[in-house]
């Protein structure tokens, strides 16, 4: 399969609380990108990781890339209730192909 | 910031009819994309479009037809409703990364 399996399928946590949450790819990894769907919405782009890179943060995102595992994992830190979303990951090798994302859900 | 409006939010059709979904980008552009979300599977690219009057089949185009006229319109077309059509339709669009979707259209088709 050329989608990403995002790992957990679901996770609830309380406010301010850090969120991880992993991606795993069958194939090998371009460069790697991480989407949020707010529900009933289009997706939004939050973050992409080049295959060169480990590591890359954005405000409280904080995204880590190991082509060798072919695998990535997004944290958010200090989780808010607006977080509340599903997120995806596609790789940019195959980037019509998303899986079926982590559903988070943050409890005030 | 680019924008990429859907036509319609929520849509109800009825087995057998033509449903033309449209799909404006603001960004001009060069990719266009259609998806449809299902519930554990994930989106399905159904058709892409690379240029004006441009088109390719994506994992699922059976039961679907598009049309790209112009640049920043894409539309989608269900010849024929079914009930197994019933599902969210996402349009996206770029000129390589990222995608920039649309809020979708939540389709039923009775």
């Known amino acids: 399969s050329q989608q990403g399996e995002e790992d957990p399928q679901a996770l609830s946590i309380q406010e301010g609380e850090n969120a991880t949450m992993n991606c795993s790819y069958k194939?090998?990894?371009?460069?790697l990108q991480w989407y949020r769907q707010n529900s009933g919405r289009g997706l939004v782009h939050l973050i992409l990781?080049?295959?060169?890179?480990r590591e890359k943060h954005s405000g409280r995102l904080r995204v880590t890339l190991d082509t060798s595992k072919k695998s990535s994992s997004l944290l958010i830190t200090a989780s808010r209730a607006a977080d509340t979303a599903s997120y995806f990951c596609?790789?940019?090798?195959?980037?019509?192909?998303f899986g079926t994302g982590t559903s988070l859900t943050v409890i005030p | 910031d680019v924008k990429v409006t859907q036509s319609s939010r929520y849509l109800v059709k009825r087995t057998g009819e033509k449903v033309f979904l449209e799909c404006v980008q603001d960004?001009?552009?060069?990719?266009m994309f259609w998806y449809r979300q299902d519930p554990g599977l994930g989106l399905r690219l159904i058709y892409f479009?690379?240029?004006?009057?441009?088109?390719e089949k994506g994992d699922i185009p059976e039961g679907y037809s598009v049309s790209r006229e112009k640049k920043e319109r894409f539309s989608l077309i269900l010849e024929s409703a079914s009930t197994n059509q019933t599902s969210m339709y996402l349009c996206?669009?770029?000129?390589?990364?990222?995608?920039?979707f649309g809020d979708g259209t939540r389709l039923s088709i009775l």
């Open positions: 996206a669009s770029s000129d390589w990364q990222p995608q920039h």
């Open positions: 194939t090998s990894i371009n460069n």
């Open positions: 990781i080049r295959s060169n890179e």
């Open positions: 596609v790789n940019t090798g195959n980037q019509f192909y």
């Open positions: 960004m001009d552009h060069e990719n």
């Open positions: 479009s690379y240029d004006v009057k441009m088109k």
